[in-house]
């Protein structure tokens, strides 16, 4: 009898297809040792994140240290072994589980920490000099530790952060202050993920919920209950209103499903993709089209070819390495070396060799000239809008940048505190006060209120020495007065 499959479970292939595809045979290449940073006490924490930032400039890793948390800060070009007294970014009383650099102001990171703050810090051209604790901004709002940011793909000063409060929190970063809530989540939120111009935001939770939200009002315009899909992380795919999933099946193998963002009543495809216990990372290319799956504690990156006909998702190639990941930094496009056809570059935590190792994905071409049909057009380093404009409604496509003439940045705007005398924006009235659940919570919010106990009193103090200074002014200017 013949073998009839069925052709939910078949729509990806696992064997490369020679069909017409220019990314059929691209390859992954690690970087050589002298490409590589060594010596780097990579964090131990065991919180689902990358705890690595890359961009054109700097390359961000956070760190194991006795106490409070801290991140390196090193030039993307001056790879090699790290000396191990290099200055960190060591402001946060708690471990930091979040960094990412600002995408339109090179200098520019912000970072979240078990302290309940997110903080935005100012790096000095040519990297960190002495140990950096001062923040340019310190944001208070949630009232457990914050475990996710995300910068507004498209907006400049608009700031996303989720916590073990179960909220998600916007920031304008031009007043300083929190201006929204998101209060749909009934469990800790596990990934954020932003269509192409920002209007649009998919959350992945542990309450099993997949959502697609608008993010300025909060309202849920699509739900999906996962219960034979344990949804982990999600990625939208550029404009093709589709969404992918990483997560676990009821058998406890890893998965990877499709979505139409419109309609999240059931999956497009869901597929298994191996029986590790291991997270998956997605990564979306939308210049390529092509869908990168790192799993955390194994060496593997497999990549697909993302259409919106069957197969769905074409399977082309795995890069395979001995050395396990902790997690990925990836290189924006600009960033990328065209002239060897880069078109995508991982930055693979290797804990165990305190290691950070460029993987870069080349399309293997002859000849020496710009390939125009491997770089199209990509999002720049120029706001489409700003933190106003969005927040009164309007939504822009990103600024397109070509990378053909070599990349060039233009002459950008330096970032700007709105309160230089006050650097602690704290939020009031949008959040209810969340008892702390763990004995490590309470201390935390503890020793937070002391510091906000000791800034109040020094205040006060200031205030009664001036009260004094006035009284002595008054009275002087009324003997003066009796005189004449």
């Known amino acids: 009898m013949p073998c009839h499959k069925d052709p939910q479970h078949s729509q990806i292939s696992w064997r490369p297809t020679y069909r017409s595809s220019k990314f059929r045979n691209v390859y992954g290449k690690a970087g050589n040792r002298e490409q590589c940073f060594d010596g780097i006490p990579i964090t131990r924490n065991v919180h689902d994140n990358h705890f690595c930032a890359v961009n054109a400039k700097f390359l961000a890793i956070v760190t194991e240290t006795a106490g409070g948390g801290s991140f390196l800060v090193i030039p993307v070009n001056k790879a090699g072994r790290i000396d191990p007294h290099q200055p960190k970014v060591c402001g946060h009383q708690g471990g930091v589980l979040d960094i990412k ?13 078990e302290d309940c703050s997110v903080r935005i810090w100012e790096i000095p051209e040519g990297g960190l000099r002495r140990n950096m604790s001062e923040a340019v901004l310190e944001l ?14 498209t907006c400049s000063g608009i700031l996303f952060s989720a916590g073990y409060d ?12 929190p201006v929204k809530l998101i209060d749909c989540h009934s469990d800790v939120v596990l990934c954020m993920s932003f269509n192409t111009d920002g209007s649009l935001l998919a959350t992945s939770c542990k309450d099993k919920h997949l959502r697609v939200i608008e993010p300025r009002s909060g309202k849920v315009l699509q739900e999906a209950d996962c219960k034979s899909h344990r ?4 990625v939208f795919l550029g404009n093709m209103k589709r969404l992918v999933t990483t997560g676990v099946s009821r058998w406890n193998t890893r998965q990877v499903a499709l979505w139409d963002q419109e309609d999240l009543s059931m999956p497009i495809i869901e597929e298994e993709i191996d029986g ?17 799956l790192a799993g955390k504690g194994d060496g593997n990156i497999r990549y697909y070819e993302v259409g919106t006909e069957k197969p769905y998702l074409q399977y082309l190639m795995e890069f395979r390495s001995p050395a396990p990941q902790k997690g990925l930094g990836v290189m924006p496009k600009h ?20 290691l950070i190792e460029p993987i870069s994905m080349i399309v293997p071409r002859r000849s020496e000239t710009y390939q125009e049909d491997i770089y199209p057009m990509t999002a720049g380093t120029e706001p489409a809008l700003t933190a106003d404009e969005w927040l009164s409604g309007m939504d822009r496509e990103p600024v397109l940048m070509s990378l053909k003439a070599g990349y060039k940045r233009p002459c950008q705007k330096a970032f700007k505190a709105p309160v230089r005398e006050r650097k602690t924006m704290v939020m009031n009235g949008l ?8 004995e490590n919570e309470l201390m935390r919010m503890f020793f937070r209120q002391q510091d906000e106990l000791k800034r109040l009193r020094e205040e006060l103090v200031q205030k009664d020495v001036r009260l004094q200074q006035l009284e002595l002014e008054l009275n002087n200017l009324r ?4 005189k004449l």
């Open 335 to 354: 960033g990328l070396d065209v002239a060897a056809c880069e078109v995508f570059r991982f930055y693979k935590l290797v804990t165990l060799r305190g």
């Open 140 to 153: 208070y709002g949630h009232s457990r530790r914050v475990g996710l940011i995300e910068w507004h793909p």
């Open 479 to 482: 003997n003066n007065a009796n």
């Open 276 to 292: 590790l216990s291991g997270l998956l990372f997605p990564f979306y290319d939308a210049d390529t089209h092509m869908l990168y």
């Open 101 to 113: 650099w600002n995408p339109f102001i090179d200098n520019i990171i912000a970072s979240c920490s």
């Open 431 to 438: 959040l209810e006060s969340i008892p702390p659940k763990t």
């Open 166 to 177: 179960f909220k998600i929190l916007i920031w304008n970063l031009e007043v300083g202050g």
């Open 231 to 234: 949804v982990n992380r999600v």
